[in-house]
């Protein structure tokens, strides 16, 4: 399955529109949790969207793997810190989290992250 990742996003976001406007108390939760839970503290922001990157693999989230590869970009990510996430995803995740694991890398490469060498 291809997607344009970044075309992705903009489709998902307007959706989300529709839910905030919808079914704001909903959302606003959704936001305080993604805020509180991706705050700086032990763990960096960027380890905490690696995190979430590895689990939207396992979960073959499609939306997932765009907005946390646009956020993984935008913090900073080498493609060495990605490719030791995709790892530890396909390590606990098998087959399915390899093919997953794929397009989770097209996702980064779209949004700008590093292309190999």
Do not use: W
């Not at 590895?54 to 956020?71: E, M, N, P, S, V």
């Amino acid at each position: 399955m291809s997607h344009d990742y970044p075309e992705l996003t903009n489709e998902l976001n307007a959706k989300l529109a529709d839910f905030r406007r919808e079914i704001p108390e909903t959302m606003k939760g959704f936001g305080q949790l993604a805020q509180g839970a991706l705050a700086d503290g032990a763990l960096s922001p960027k380890q905490k969207e690696l995190i979430a990157l590895a689990i939207g693999i396992a979960a073959r989230c499609q939306g997932c793997l765009a907005f946390h590869a646009k956020a993984l970009v935008k913090l900073g990510c080498t493609r060495a810190e990605f490719m030791e996430m995709v790892q530890v995803s396909v390590y606990m995740g098998g087959g399915p989290s390899l093919m997953t694991a794929a397009e989770a890398l097209m996702a980064y490469e779209s949004f700008g992250g590093e292309k190999a060498a």
